[in-house]
């Protein structure tokens, strides 16, 4: 059995801005394990999260879920939330479930 592995990095920049890097595969396993951490940063008033999946080798629909959460937690939170460094397939992926609509993207 192999275990799915994904690393979270947080960094507030003077901006006031969190900066988040996510590497490694989004799945139904790891989103539950990097929800919370995302969660709090969602919820912690700061004005943008920014979600770097620059890293991200695999992204299933767990992991858009996961960014639709995240988002909702930041709408109620007055925080803005942007995904850059999107790989092409998570932003297709993205796209053919319509979460673009709501979800802001930078398409690496």
């Known amino acids: 059995m192999t275990t799915t592995l994904i690393d979270l990095k947080a960094a507030v920049r003077n901006d006031g801005d969190v900066r988040v890097t996510l590497a490694g595969e989004l799945d139904c396993h790891t ?3 990097v929800e919370p951490r995302l969660t709090d940063l969602a919820a912690s008033g700061h004005r943008s999260l920014v979600l770097d999946l620059s890293g991200i080798t695999f ?5 858009i879920d996961l960014f639709m959460r995240v ?3 930041c709408r109620l939170a007055g925080t803005r939330l942007r995904l850059c460094g999107v790989p092409p ?3 297709k992926s993205i796209r053919v479930l319509g979460a673009d609509r709501v979800l802001r993207l ?3």
Do not use: I, T
């Not at 992204?59 to 992991?63: K, L, P, R």
């Open 89 to 91: 397939l998570v932003a």
């Open 59 to 63: 992204c299933d629909s767990s992991g």
């Open 31 to 33: 989103a539950g394990q």
């Open 71 to 73: 988002h909702h937690r």
């Open 106 to 108: 930078a398409v690496a």
